[in-house]
């Protein structure tokens, strides 16, 4: 049975007027990047927002700007007229503080063309400052104004009232809905496929995604760093290897460039905001740019996505203007395979946002690496392996002293965590533990995610400074 979806409510208004501040407070979190430039919001945002126990989507946009649609504030406004395609409300938000603008006007006029129930905030409210802009907002024809403060958290309950009317109806229903499904499938599989994609400025994340999507859903354009907020967009893809409609919960990041790079703040927020986003995923992408190849500084930012324990693939964007693809392929694939000699044989693709060469094997792909992600290996396999991995090279006996390795069990999935268990493990030296791991990786089926192993001994209570442990994580980092 197919979900009923909750109604969907759109913000919009002039840049600046506390838009993203407002999606934070309906959010409960701070989810949207604020700061105090104009235009930081370039890409539709949405989240789950919670009024009084009215449940709803919430959709931050761009800052509506009076610019030719050929540049970029004029391709975030045709970002944001879309949004007002299929939502349930829209909220317009004008600076109370600030008074009515020519501008403001503009969008007035825009919203009173659409069937879109309009409901008009006056952000910004807070004390005597914002009365005579309240006073003024009746002017615009789009009924009362509900005064608020969105920093502060003044004035919520007059929205719920405003809002109420519009949507509670559709909201109830698809409150009804899901706690009816949630109830009658207590064993589902796995959810979506939460998939990241990361990479430098540029390598085409957000052509990517739209190219999946088959819309212009993410602002794209010859610019760096377009990109700010990490954007997460809920997709079904029709897999043509499973035959089968899956779920995938795409994420659009901000391009990563080297730390002495950053100086912004903003920028050091979006970046920031990008590796959160790699901390929620389950599988990330580092898409490479076709036309300047690997780079330090792809090397460093699928470290840090090994250090958080995400399952990692690897894709190289624009092979359609790819020169000496064969030569450009090994390459890479022997410089991954040197670079990131912890995790060897990460998936690699060739792909093209372009064309769309690649895709659908590589989507393939990332519900393959989640299922070894998230896989856990049956005691007895586990202790067979471990029993074979001995046998074959028995643990070295540093000073004439055998380490005793004794059993070992999976602690834990998400990523696969492993205990061994055995005496004298402080001098097991670092290659054994990597022997470890790589058979793991190997025999039980983890090839291309990383694997943490920690090492435990029995506490000794006659001797504190005896039989204590260590921790392998395969070169991860973590433990």
């Known amino acids: ?8 409510v759109i913000i919009i208004g002039r840049p600046n007027v506390g838009k993203s501040t407002l999606f934070n407070r309906l959010v409960g979190k701070k989810l949207a990047l604020v700061d105090d430039q104009p235009g930081v919001t370039r890409d539709r945002r949405m989240g789950d927002a919670e009024l009084a126990g009215l449940n709803f989507t919430i959709v931050d946009t761009a800052g509506w700007e009076d610019e030719d649609e050929l540049t970029l504030p004029g391709r975030m406004r045709k970002q944001t007229e879309a949004s007002l395609e299929g939502a349930d409300a829209a909220l317009f938000v004008i600076d109370a503080r600030a008074g009515l603008t020519p501008l403001d006007n503009e969008i007035a006029r825009y919203l009173r063309e659409h069937d879109v129930p309009i409901v008009l905030v006056a952000n910004k409210a807070e004390g005597s400052a914002g009365e005579s802009g309240v006073l003024e907002s ?5 009924g009362d104004p509900v005064p608020l403060s969105a920093e502060h958290g003044e004035g919520v309950a007059d929205l719920f009232q405003a809002l109420w009317p519009i949507i509670g109806a559709k909201a109830e229903a698809a409150q009804a809905a899901a706690e009816f499904e949630s109830s009658e499938d207590e064993d589902a599989p796995l959810g979506p496929l939460k998939l990241a994609i990361v990479g430098r400025p540029n390598a085409g994340k957000s052509t990517l995604i739209n190219r999946l999507l088959g819309e212009d859903r993410l602002l794209t354009g010859p610019e760096a760093g377009i990109t700010r907020d990490s954007i997460a967009i809920d997709w079904q893809w029709d897999d043509p290897k499973a035959g089968e409609t899956r779920e995938i919960r795409l994420i659009d990041t901000a391009g990563m460039r080297k730390k002495r790079n950053v100086t912004e703040k903003l920028e050091k927020l979006s970046v920031a905001d990008a590796r959160r986003a790699v901390d929620f995923a389950e599988v990330v992408i580092l898409l490479l740019d076709a036309t ?8 460093k930012i699928a470290s840090m996505v090994l250090e958080e324990g995400r399952a990692l693939m690897i894709a190289i964007n ?3 203007v790819a020169q ?3 030569s450009l392929f090994n390459g ?3 410089a991954l395979d040197d670079g990131l000699a912890q995790v060897r044989g990460l998936p690699l693709f060739a792909v093209s946002a372009k064309t769309g060469k690649g895709l659908d094997t590589m989507l393939s792909a990332a519900f393959e690496i989640r ?22 090279n028995p643990p070295p006996a540093p000073g004439g002293r055998r380490v ?7 602690a834990g999935t998400r990523p696969p965590r492993f205990v061994v268990f055995g005496t004298r493990l402080e001098s097991l030296p670092k290659s054994y533990e990597r022997y470890l791991v790589n058979g793991i990786r190997a025999k039980l089926g983890f090839e291309a995610v990383p694997v943490r192993v920690v090492l435990k001994s029995p506490k000794n209570p006659y001797n504190a400074n005896r039989g204590g442990g260590g921790n392998y994580s395969g070169g991860d980092g973590r433990s």
């Open 1 to 8: 049975m197919a979900s009923l979806s909750k109604p969907q």
């Open 138 to 142: 009746y002017s615009l024809g789009l």
């Open 292 to 299: 300047q190849g690997l780079e330090h500084q792809d090397l």
């Open 318 to 320: 624009k092979w359609d």
């Open 324 to 326: 000496d693809a064969s």
């Open 332 to 334: 890479v694939r022997a």
């Open 371 to 392: 299922e070894s992600w998230s896989k856990r290996v049956p005691t007895a396999a586990l202790n067979r392996w471990f029993d074979d991995a001995m046998a074959a």
């Open 404 to 410: 005793k390795l004794r059993y070992i069990t999976q």
